[in-house]
């Protein structure tokens, strides 16, 4: 069974995305195709978007699931008679918050994600720059401004998450690839012991990594199960040995990962919200 679901939003769309997806969630036995209409800002916009929502509706014969954060009450209006179930964000928290604050709200078109503090997009925009280029031990020269150094076999996850670290934390995470040559003598590489104190580790069930692997390098010696099998073993004898705390991550999303790697670890974000 699929069903059309809709993001409509005057700016990204990524907070209709972000609150539709968790919602959509909760039906993990309906498929959900999805589209996301952004930066509906104007009453030509809004009657497109309507349109579409509508030739969906009448070709699949189904009501497609709407979710708005548009901010503009005549575009809300509008949207509000398509042939859909919409579920209007803003008319469900805002309302409420100008009773309970007692003033109107701005009503202001694309503010989710505009950049109102120029300090923190530095932050944010540096932390990112600094994930990409201390990736997969490419560069280790810059460890020592590294707030995490996130470690790990082939395919664990580590890049992803050193991403959404700098992204939405604003933290400089680098990320170090363990490999056969440090699993041979169980030594951690001498410029991760320098920094041991800033390390975390991540692991994965070995079933789960020869799957993840063989999408890449299928029926390669990488990608069987005994390597991979032998890799975990191996890379948890580490974190044991050198007492770094680690993290299964097999069945987590990368936002799991990382906001359990911030309370592992007491790293106190340098963005909020």
């Known amino acids: 069974m699929t069903r059309a679901a809709f993001y409509v939003s005057d700016g990204t769309g990524i907070t209709a995305e972000t609150l539709g997806h968790s919602l959509l969630s909760q039906f993990s ?77 701005s009503h202001t078109v694309g503010q989710s994600h505009a950049i109102r503090d120029a300090e923190a997009y530095r932050i944010r925009i540096g932390a990112v720059h600094f994930a990409l280029d201390n990736d997969d031990g490419a560069r280790t020269r810059y460890y020592d401004q590294a707030d995490v150094i996130l470690t790990g076999v082939s395919r664990s996850g580590k890049t992803p998450t050193s991403l959404y670290l700098a992204l939405q934390f604003g933290l400089y995470a680098a990320n170090y690839p363990l490999t056969e040559d440090d699993f041979d003598d169980l030594e951690l590489p001498d410029i991760l012991r320098e920094q041991r104190h800033k390390l975390f580790g991540l692991t994965i069930d070995a079933d789960r990594l020869a799957a993840t692997r063989s999408e890449r390098k299928a029926n390669s010696r990488y990608a069987s199960p005994r390597q991979c099998d032998m890799e975990i073993r191996a890379l948890e004898a580490i974190y044991n040995r050198y007492r770094i705390p680690y993290l299964n991550v097999t069945e987590l999303s990368i936002e799991e990962i990382s906001t359990r790697v911030l309370a592992k670890t007491g790293l106190q974000r340098r963005l909020q919200g």
């Not at 509508?54 to 954060?69: C, G, K, L, M, Y």
């Not at 548009?70 to 949207?79: G, M, P």
């Open 29 to 105: 036995d309906i498929a959900f195709e999805q589209f996301t209409l952004p930066y509906i800002q104007s009453d030509d916009d809004t009657h497109e978007a309507v349109a579409q929502i509508n030739r969906t509706a009448a070709e699949r014969d189904q009501t497609p699931i709407v979710f708005s954060t548009l901010v503009d009450e005549s575009h809300r209006a509008i949207l509000s008679k398509c042939h859909g179930l919409v579920l209007d964000m803003f008319a469900a928290f805002l309302n409420p918050l100008e009773q309970e604050l007692g003033v109107r709200s």
